[in-house]
């Protein structure tokens, strides 16, 4: 099994990859290292990887949460085909929520057009740009689903015992 080129565990690497980060962030005004982690928790990963393009590598995590939450928003706008759990979350949801939803998914359509367009032709720029760009859009994103997953959860609650209340059997 190939070992790491800076050290046995790996740490080297992430310590690497921290570093280089920190030259990209300076350069294009990137969000903390910290902060992108705590958001996008699989980029230390980009340090088990070898890449002169350490930027896309990040930019790839980045992309990828963010077109995980896509699908999970298309999943509850547009029910088709999926798990059982979705349906009884949609019956949960008042009319503010499903707007709220449908311009996090018009938000998210945005992020995923320009996924595709940074993958036909890589430039340095625009990756640093579409990080800085989607980590400040997620900000908006994250607080408006977390405030939608709540109220599901208060209401998913409340449905149950009032469901249960109306049996007649």
């Not at 980060?21 to 340090?47: G, Q, T």
């Not at 939450?69 to 085909?81: K, S, T, W």
Request: aromatic fraction near 10%; proline fraction near 3%; charged fraction near 35%.
């Amino acid at each position: 099994m190939p070992e790491n080129k800076n050290s046995k565990d790996g740490k080297g690497d992430l310590e690497k990859l921290k570093k280089d980060y920190e030259v990209l962030r300076a350069k294009y005004n990137l969000p903390e290292y910290s902060k992108l982690a705590e958001d996008f928790n699989s980029i230390e990963r980009v340090s088990d990887s070898e890449t002169d393009y350490p930027i896309r590598e990040i930019r790839r995590f980045v992309a990828d949460k963010i077109l995980n939450f896509h699908r999970f928003v298309e999943a509850l706008l547009n029910p088709v085909n999926v798990p059982m759990h979705i349906f009884s979350m949609i019956k949960t949801m008042g009319a503010d929520e499903k707007k709220k939803l449908s311009e996090i998914y018009g938000e998210i359509a945005k992020i995923e057009i320009l996924i595709m367009e940074l993958d036909l032709e890589f430039s340095e720029k625009k990756e640093a740009e579409f990080i800085k760009n989607t980590f400040n859009i997620w900000q908006g994103i994250k607080k408006d689903f977390a405030s939608i997953l709540e109220n599901a959860k208060k209401k998913w609650d409340t449905k149950e015992d009032s469901e249960k209340g109306c049996y007649f059997g």
